[in-house]
Each structure stands twice: as C-alpha cells, then as structure tokens.
C-alpha cells in the first residue's frame, strides 16, 4: 500500500546550522507531497506543497522538491532557529478528497 | 477567518462513559477530516465527510466510534463507551479543495 518514511529523529541542530529532514514514498501514480509542521501543543500546520514532479515546495525559508526518480520530498532549510523546534511530518495524497498519508514525524530540535 | 475550532481541548473522562469531541471547520470548506494521533500509531485518519457526507469511514476503529456532520458547520465524533486505549490527541481538519487540509488544535482524551 502506499506509505511515507521519514529519517528519524529528534535531529539535535545549532542555531544557523543546515537542516535535511529526508522523507521518501511509495505511491502508485502521480501523489501530492506535503510538509506538515506541528509546534507543542498545537495542531499540524501545512508548511509547503507539491503536486507534480520536479516542483519546488517553498516557505519560510523551508524548501523541497518533488523527486519522482528517487520517489523524495527532502525538506531543508539553510539556516534554522531556534523557533523551528517543532515535529515535521511529510506527508502524500492521491487524490482530491482523498487522506493524507503520513510518516511517522521528525522531531528537530535547535539549540542557541 | 478563526481556523478550525475544536472543544474541549481537553478531556478526562473514566472508562465506559460516553465522550463527544467537537468540530467547527472553515467557513466554505467542503470537506472535513478526523485523525487520532498516539506515540505508538502516529497519525490516523478515522473518517472524512463531503458536503456533510460520511465518505470514507474505513480508519474507524470500532462500532464504539461514531461522527455525524449535521451541517457545513459542525461535526462530532463521539467514543460510547470509552476505554483507556483510546486515549490520544483528536485532530478535526477541513480543507477547500480537498488537499490541502487545516488542522485545529485537538483535543487531548484522557480515559482512566
């Protein structure tokens, strides 16, 4: 069936590191990818989006492209805050209407 | 616009008793979505609605869980009776086109 794995975490970075967050999938057809953000104590936050190959998801300074080729949607990020302490849960879905299937969630922490 | 809106945003209840979560989605949004997120399972969808319509209620674990979707306005999901393992966070999301989804805050069930 169809899944998202994300690398695991917590993934422990300092302020202004360089941030990969990997996620690959497994789909039939053409998916859509998504990055979801969830802060403590809060719901999840759409945080970028592609539908179709070889597009670039951006925000906030957070970007990832939809590779089919390798079937990844790798979030990064070239310099991160502390205030990006969250869990990032990418996440595919078929179709229109359809569920969003998850990964499992990364944690990331940054450090002052 | 306010966002999703959820209550209670925490409930503590004993096992047996009969707990209803609630949902306010979007104004205009035509689909809406329940999840349940644990540390052991991750996130789940339990059922979505279309136009006020029970699409795909595959993801609900047993006859105990049942949700109505009365109106474009309002949505429940109740657990009669309750037990301990249904203890998780209550995620309510709607969503306009029916891919990207807006996640309100949940609601933390507590069953002793």
């Known amino acids: 069936g169809d899944s998202v794995t994300q690398m695991e975490g917590p993934v422990t970075l300092s302020e202004e590191a360089f941030l990969t967050i990997n996620c690959t999938y497994t789909?039939?057809?053409?998916?859509?990818l998504f990055w979801y953000v969830q802060y403590p104590g809060e719901g999840l936050q759409l945080l970028l989006k592609?539908?179709?190959?070889?597009d670039k998801g951006s925000n906030k300074g957070f970007e990832a492209t939809y590779r089919k080729e390798t079937t990844s949607f790798h979030l990064e990020k070239g310099s991160v805050q502390v205030s990006d302490s969250a869990v990032y849960f990418c996440a595919l879905s078929k179709y229109q209407g359809g569920k969003l299937i998850f990964g499992q969630g990364t944690e990331l922490s940054v450090k002052p | 616009d306010a966002g999703v809106i959820q209550s209670p945003r925490h409930e503590v209840t004993e096992m047996g008793q009969e707990v209803t979560l609630r949902c306010k989605p979007i104004?205009?949004?035509?689909?809406l979505f329940w999840y349940r997120q644990t540390m052991m399972r991750g996130l789940e969808l339990l059922i979505y609605?279309?136009?006020?319509?029970?699409?795909?209620d595959s993801g609900m674990p047993e006859d105990r869980f049942s949700a109505k979707m009365p109106n474009a306005s309002f949505s429940t999901l109740k657990i009669q009776p309750s037990e301990p393992r249904d203890s998780a966070v209550y995620f309510c999301?709607?969503?306009?086109?029916?891919?990207?989804?807006?996640f309100g805050p949940g609601t933390r069930l507590t069953v002793t």
């Open positions: 789909a039939t057809g053409y998916p859509s």
């Open positions: 104004s205009g949004h035509d689909y």
């Open positions: 609605f279309n136009n006020n319509v029970p699409i795909d």
């Open positions: 592609a539908t179709k190959a070889d």
């Open positions: 999301a709607s969503s306009l086109d029916g891919y990207e989804q807006y």
